[in-house]
């Protein structure tokens, strides 16, 4: 009896599934916007200009008051006087 309600079920679930899947979204409809092209350029200044393209800026060429100015000799020299907390950590729960 059980086994039966389950196939059932399971037909009914797939039946259901593929009627869903046949359904068109509806974007069929090409969108038409109401903005100029100025317009929409004007929007985009006033919220802070094109925020992925500053984001892809800062990432990956950032600006010149970014670069270190201390030499690796005093970045090892400044490591070992405070000691490496993420080595030591790393050494110590390998052990």
């Keep these: 009896m059980n086994i ?11 039946a259901s ?10 974007v069929d409809q090409p969108f038409v ?7 929409v ?12 393209r500053r984001n892809y800026q800062d990432t990956f060429s950032p600006a010149a008051g970014t670069v270190s100015t201390k030499t690796r ?9 405070n000691g490496d907390n993420a080595r030591q ?5 390998t052990r």
Excluded: C, D, H, W
């Excluded at 599934?17 to 509806?26: C, I, K, L, N």
């Excluded at 950590?89 to 729960?93: A, G, I, Q, V």
């Design 4 to 14: 039966t309600k389950l196939i059932s079920i399971i037909a009914m679930l797939s």
């Design 33 to 39: 916007s109401t903005k100029t092209r100025a317009e």
């Design 73 to 81: 000799a005093e970045v090892t020299a400044e490591i070992g006087k």
């Design 17 to 26: 599934v593929s009627a869903f899947a046949e359904t068109r979204y509806p």
């Design 89 to 93: 950590n790393y050494l110590n729960s």
């Design 41 to 52: 350029i004007a929007e985009v200044q006033q919220a802070g200009g094109n925020l992925g």
